[in-house]
């Protein structure tokens, strides 16, 4: 079965700083992978997503990730955060896009 | 023109109540999805149907009994609702194809059982 996990729980940054959230999944095959953002009342929204290619992708709103094979890893990124990235962060694999898992979730809190 | 939406948006109802949640999605997507999201914010599925055909099915109480009448809709059918009830709803579709994959998500309904 598939799985997901985050390393953080909540993050909380001050704007301009970096940002970098952990995902690692658990499957034994030929996953898609995906980020989704969560703001406040909101339902979720895709920044970005993997299916194959180069390994570093690039999403809306300057978010990347970059999947790591050998890690199955599939972290998040941005260079200089904003207070509106101030949200809820969800990885999530799929297999043919019949099952989505998400993880946990990471809440991002940007200080103005 | 709303994707997939979801109604009602919020839904307040005493224990032991039986409520229906209704969603339709505009997409020509095969595959719809009901997600529960609790106070955790942690996002776990209920159920998943292609073409009206149930093919997830999670450890959900079967309280919670899904209707697919068609494939642009699922609407989620609640029995004896239970205080532990309370959460957020969200309706979801995707298309399985290679290189297409992603789920559009409804806005949500928040269900409160008092």
């Known amino acids: 079965a598939q799985s997901v996990s985050q390393h953080n729980h909540h993050v909380i940054l001050s704007e301009a700083a970096s940002l970098e959230l952990g995902c690692n999944y658990s499957?034994?095959?030929?996953?898609?992978l995906f980020w989704y953002v969560q703001y406040p009342g909101q339902h979720l929204q895709l920044l970005l997503k993997?299916?194959?290619?180069?390994?570093l992708v690039k999403g809306i709103k300057g978010f990347e990730a970059e999947f790591i094979k050998s890690k199955f890893s599939f972290n998040l990124r941005k260079p200089s955060v904003q207070w509106s990235d101030t949200a809820e962060y969800f990885c999530?694999?799929?297999?043919?896009?019949?099952?989505?898992?998400f993880g946990p979730g990471t809440r991002l809190s940007v200080l103005p | 023109d709303t994707a997939v939406s979801q109604t009602p948006k919020y839904l307040v109802t005493q224990m032991g109540n039986d409520k229906s949640i209704k969603c339709e999605q505009n997409?020509?997507?095969?595959?719809m999805y009901w997600y529960k999201q609790d106070s955790k914010k942690f996002l776990k599925i209920m159920f998943s149907?292609?073409?009206?055909?149930?093919?997830i099915n999670e450890t959900v109480p079967n309280r919670f009994s899904p209707k697919s009448p068609d494939k642009a809709h699922l609407n989620l059918h609640i029995n004896s609702l239970e205080l532990g009830d309370s959460a957020v709803y969200f309706c979801?579709?995707?298309?399985?194809?290679?290189?297409?994959?992603?789920?559009?998500f409804g806005s949500g309904t928040q269900l409160s059982v008092l």
């Open positions: 979801a579709s995707s298309h399985p194809e290679r290189g297409n994959e992603k789920l559009f």
């Open positions: 499957y034994g095959g030929t996953v898609n």
């Open positions: 993997y299916f194959s290619g180069d390994p």
């Open positions: 999530a694999v799929s297999n043919y896009g019949q099952n989505f898992v």
């Open positions: 997409l020509g997507h095969d595959t």
């Open positions: 149907y292609n073409n009206k055909e149930l093919i």
